[in-house]
């Protein structure tokens, strides 16, 4: 019995070369295609394959929208994310929401058919050499979480505002405090995260999804 799959891609010749590669030995079947988030979603409604091939950046709605709306679903789909993007930060995301692998587009077509099965096992899947990077972050993030949570509630909110750009004086007007408990705050903060100005606590902030950007 052939497996079952759906190319999301907004390149048509990038879909017909998956589909040729994928079809080539007959134990895969496409069932479908679509050429952005918005028609892969609506596609959905009434076809379900085994495992989604999906690309990231795409009209109307991107990869990484889709993969989160069927994760909030209790559709039976393994959802392999096939992409040129190589960075971290895109693999952190995909992980976090519950992606099932994550492949390079520059991968082989035996690599790829490996990855599908490996996926449909209900395994993950991640490509090889990206697997250092990706433990390296998460390595990293167990760490800034014990800093996230040696901060106190108040020193949480103060973060927050400065990543978000406010000045002290704004910082202090909003949160209804002297400006000079804000810079204590600030201080104390920037020790606990072990970052040296502003623009640092931000990042930090961004990086470990305190703020939405």
């Known amino acids: 019995m052939s497996i079952k799959v ?18 080539f030995d007959g134990d895969i079947e496409i069932i479908a295609e679509a050429s952005d988030g918005e028609e892969c979603l609506k596609i959905l409604e009434n076809t379900i394959p085994q495992v989604l091939l999906l690309d990231i950046n795409m009209p109307n709605k991107n990869g990484i929208d889709v993969l989160k709306e069927i994760k909030c679903t209790d559709l039976p789909i393994k959802i392999l994310i096939l992409t040129v993007h190589d960075e971290v ?60 949570e040696s901060l106190t509630k108040r020193e949480m909110e103060v973060l927050i505002l400065v990543a978000k750009g406010m000045f002290n004086k704004e910082i202090g007007e909003t949160m209804k405090i002297s400006e000079r408990t804000v810079k204590n705050h600030i201080s104390s903060i920037f020790k606990k995260i072990d970052v040296a100005d502003r623009t640092q606590a931000a990042v930090f902030a961004i990086k470990n999804n305190l703020i939405e950007i």
Do not use: C, F, T
């Not at 891609?9 to 589909?19: K, L, P, Q, S, V």
């Not at 976090?96 to 099965?117: H, M, P, Q, W």
């Open 6 to 23: 759906m190319i999301v891609d907004d390149h048509a010749m990038i879909r017909e070369g998956i589909r040729q590669l994928l079809e």
């Open 89 to 148: 930060d895109y693999l952190m995301k995909a992980v976090d929401i519950g992606v099932d692998g994550y492949l390079l587009k520059n991968s082989s077509s035996a690599e790829l058919r490996n990855a599908i099965e490996v996926v449909l096992r209900g395994e993950m899947y991640i490509q090889p050499e990206l697997i250092p990077v990706l433990n390296s972050r998460l390595i990293a993030r167990n760490n800034n979480r014990d800093k996230i």
